[in-house]
């Protein structure tokens, strides 16, 4: 909760496995809250080293539109090793300073698969939200816990592709929080999850 928080900025973590579109949907809210004025640091974070650099570059082509806006700062975080408190506590001081320049809202994007989403870095951000795929999103996988256990919100991301009413139907039995069905592509389904996240963002503010 915000009140263990001790930063000022209000800072989402938005997790999900390679392929689920974080990167595309992070870049979808950007252009609504990119026109707020207010500012914004984002953090892509990977924790899996050389062997991913490329994937880990296209995350960044990906949201490099905004690199012009000089209300949104940008930078990638490449590290070793799984997120434990080490990583966490990197990752903690590099938000500190985003603070500093005067962020209201900073964004880190992390990979995690499964339960290797550990829960150190669950405290590093005030929600975690989590992205899967409709066809990933099953009765089984949800009742194993792990990720969707931590996940205070879920995106069910590419519904343009793939129908999410099983998912749904999945959410709604086993996942008692908000989810939301979206499409980076449409655009369907990202102006109710950006007022999910102005009404979280309020909720912080004094």
């Not at 263990?4 to 392929?19: I, S």
């Not at 207010?38 to 899996?48: Q, T």
């Not at 975080?77 to 506590?89: A, E, P, R, T």
């Amino acid at each position: 909760s915000p009140a263990r928080r001790q930063g000022k900025a209000f800072k989402v973590l938005l997790g999900g496995p390679t392929g689920s579109g974080k990167s595309s949907l992070l870049n979808a809210v950007l252009n609504r809250f990119g026109n707020r004025g207010s500012k914004i640091a984002v953090f892509l974070c990977d924790p899996r080293g050389p062997k991913y650099k490329g994937a880990f570059l296209g995350d960044r082509i990906v949201v490099q539109d905004h690199t012009s806006n000089e209300n949104i700062f940008i930078r990638s975080v490449s590290q070793l090793g799984s997120y434990g408190k080490k990583s966490v506590s990197l990752l903690k001081k590099v938000a500190s300073y985003a603070e500093a320049w005067g962020a209201e809202i900073v964004f880190f994007e992390t990979i995690g698969l499964g339960q290797e989403l550990s829960a150190d870095i669950k405290d590093l951000a005030d929600i975690l939200v989590w992205v899967a795929l409709p066809t990933e999103t099953d009765e089984l996988r949800l009742m194993k816990g792990g990720a969707h256990e931590l996940a205070d919100a879920i995106l069910l991301n590419k519904i343009d592709k793939e129908p999410a009413f099983r998912a749904e139907l999945a959410l709604k039995e086993y996942f008692a929080k908000p989810y939301f069905a979206v499409s980076a592509l449409t655009g369907e389904g990202i102006d109710s999850f950006c007022k999910f996240l102005e009404e979280k963002l309020n909720q912080k503010s004094p």
